[in-house]
């Protein structure tokens, strides 16, 4: 048998995770709350990513850009949303540029990599200055597919880049 | 309808694993019945998941386009072929048998409590995974997009991700297997396999438990123990991440080689610890030098504890060590014949303020309930009731395999090259998940803690196996 020591120890124990299993099931209630209110309704499955504006504007873009082409997406890694579109146009090859990088890296990247899509993601912000010499040129034509982002045609054999900025 | 249909090809691509699995198992092992039918389910799907995604490998080596024919045909066949040798019948009609008149479980008491939160758990774990879509970080940016793309273009095609291309590819492309078998991309349905996987851990983690010497209510409330203390492993049952499947390959490899060590294994255990040491080294990135550390804690185990036989047992080793080259050979060459970079990033200099660091906040997540519970520190508690045997038993290997690798992470995070700023992101992002590797094998070390507080030393041990064990605690 257990001596006096080691079975107060083991009921310490045993305690501490008694309450450890209410506070997992108060940390999980939200998300089987939710679980819960889906299966009522039957937002399950595929309904539950009809939420997203993100794979609604996917889904448009997906039936314009070819699935053997590249597209350049204009974003911050940290947003999280460059890997959202990555999956969502997979397996478009996609490469990601800073909103902040000018515009020789940005022509650099359009015209080595053959990409025909410039894919913005905030519509509402002011373009960096890559953005705005690639909007000035002539190889970049917008698309009108509505959406939290703004997606162009490029014309990548028109960028002619080099060390002038 | 359509999700039903698609549910009954999803439970038939993964049966299909296990079948393979088990003609595997039937192959490597004299006599698979030494295996309780739970043990020989967990160990089928790791190994038919290794064998499966190799072969896949292999058709992209060839050329060969995927398509479900061409991956499970010849697999299956295989398969069926080891069934129809004497030893893979006699399994298959035992199997059977075990089937036709299934023994009741005959749970008591606290038995029902513990069988009743595991079952909880997975009803809420199987819903969550397969009614939301993939929405994880790394299941969508890694895992989930490689299998994506994989099954689109019929092959391990990398040149349309641009991050992470030399990761090791077993679970993209068993994801891609099921998308195979769903005969389309359905990323909620074939994230079921998550916690499947977890199940298969935790009734692995039952049956080593069973073999240390624990009854049917210590094993069983260790398992709840283990799924039920903190969030990480619950949350790792629903998102498609490769770290489950490394802690269950970890554990299995672990698990059995402890068991070999301690003359407890059944027959064929080190073939079988060579595959899971394969699954390690295939399944993630951290995986060849995680299941090299294995091998090496076992090596000193034995150099430390001279066993009659030393040598002879030294050189058993070569086989486990074998495995790791099966797992780890394979997907290397392949990188170097396709050209892929290798992420060298990751080692340039040593930094001893994140090893300061680093430190302070293995400390925190180790004894923060918030991610493993109390386990990690049951587990302090189970080393000093182990007490002097770890001198002089076996436990050493567990404690060298886990006390080694906390000491690797810190070690990993003094040599990462990250800025100062980015370092407690960095950390935070990864710890906990090196952690899940490592928690189930030290599960493992708190039952044999269990074991050692219940009884004394060498009472009512199960029977030894054939192999010579090794010395017996001091009494």
Redesign the interface.
């Known amino acids: 048998m257990?001596s006096n020591w080691?079975a107060h120890?083991?009921r310490i124990?045993l305690a501490?995770?008694g309450l450890?299993?209410i506070?997992?099931a108060w940390?999980?209630a939200p998300?089987?709350r939710d679980?819960a209110r889906?299966?009522g309704s039957g937002e399950?499955?595929?309904a539950?990513?009809q939420e997203d504006p993100w794979y609604l504007w996917s889904a448009s873009l997906s039936a314009v850009i070819p699935?053997d082409a590249?597209y350049v997406f204009v974003d911050n890694y940290e947003a999280?949303k460059d890997?959202?579109i990555?999956?969502y146009l997979?397996?478009?090859?996609?490469?990601?540029v800073s909103p902040q990088s000018p515009a020789a890296f940005l022509f650099h990247t359009l015209h080595e990599e053959q990409a025909a899509y410039l894919i913005v993601r905030d519509r509402a912000k002011p373009p960096g200055p890559g953005v705005q010499a690639a909007l000035r040129s002539q190889a970049v034509l917008p698309l009108k597919i509505p959406g939290p982002g703004q997606a162009y045609r490029v014309d990548y054999p028109l960028f002619h880049w080099g060390f002038y900025d | 309808m359509i999700e039903a249909l698609s549910l009954l090809r999803l439970l038939g691509g993964l049966a299909a694993l296990c079948c393979l699995g088990s003609g595997l198992l039937a192959a490597v092992l004299p006599q698979p019945r030494e295996f309780r039918p739970l043990e020989r389910l967990a160990l089928s799907f790791g190994s038919g998941a290794v064998l499966l995604t190799l072969w896949m490998l292999a058709l992209t080596w060839r050329g060969l386009p995927f398509g479900l024919g061409l991956i499970l045909g010849p697999s299956l066949g295989v398969a069926a072929a080891l069934f129809l040798t004497p030893r893979g019948r006699r399994a298959l009609s035992g199997d059977l048998r075990a089937l036709a008149w299934p023994r009741r479980p005959g749970l008591q008491g606290w038995d029902w409590l513990f069988a009743g939160l595991l079952a909880t758990l997975f009803l809420y774990a199987c819903l969550r995974a397969a009614l939301y879509p993939m929405w994880a970080w790394d299941a969508i940016a890694t895992w989930g997009c490689k299998a994506k793309v994989f099954y689109l273009s019929r092959g391990l095609d990398l040149t349309c991700i641009d991050a992470h291309n030399y990761y090791p590819n077993l679970v993209p492309l068993l994801l891609s297997y099921l998308y195979y078998c769903l005969g389309r991309v359905n990323d909620h349905l074939a994230q079921g396999l998550f916690p499947l996987w977890g199940a298969l851990l935790l009734g692995l983690l039952y049956s080593l438990a069973r073999r240390l010497g624990l009854s049917r209510r210590l094993a069983l409330g260790l398992t709840a123990f283990l799924a039920l203390n903190g969030t990480v492993f619950v949350v790792h049952l629903y998102i498609a991440y490769a770290d489950l499947p490394l802690a269950y390959f970890t554990l299995g490899a672990v698990g059995l080689i402890y068991l070999w060590l301690a003359g407890q294994a059944p027959r064929g255990s080190l073939s079988l610890a060579a595959l899971f040491l394969a699954g390690m080294a295939w399944c993630k990135y951290e995986g060849p030098p995680l299941a090299a550390t294995v091998i090496l804690a076992a090596v000193l185990t034995l150099a430390w504890l001279r066993p009659p036989g030393t040598w002879r047992r030294l050189c058993s080793l070569s086989l486990p060590l074998a495995g790791l080259a099966l797992g780890y050979l394979p997907w290397r060459l392949f990188i170097s014949q396709q050209h892929l970079a290798l992420g060298a990033d990751h080692i340039q200099n040593f930094y001893p303020q994140q090893l300061a660091q680093a430190s302070a906040y293995l400390m925190a997540a180790l004894i923060r309930p918030y991610f493993f519970g109390f386990l990690w520190p049951a587990v302090l508690l189970a080393v000093i009731a182990v007490g002097r045997r770890l001198w002089t038993t076996p436990a050493l290997f567990l404690v060298l395999f886990l006390g080694g690798n906390l000491l690797a992470i810190l070690l990993a995070y003094a040599v990462a090259p990250t800025s100062a700023a980015e370092f407690p992101s960095y950390v935070r992002a990864s710890l906990d998940r090196l952690l899940l590797h490592l928690t189930p094998s030290a599960a493992l070390l708190l039952g044999l803690g269990l074991k050692y507080l219940r009884r004394a030393p060498g009472t009512n041990d199960p029977p030894p196996s054939p192999q010579t064990p090794l010395p017996t605690p001091a009494k």
């Not at chain 1, 997979?90 to 990601?96: F, I, M, S, V």
């Open positions: 257990l080691k120890l083991t124990l501490l995770w450890q299993l506070w997992l940390h999980f998300e089987a679980l889906r299966i399950v499955g595929a539950v990513r699935p590249a999280g890997i959202k990555g999956y997979a397996p478009r090859r996609h490469l990601l």
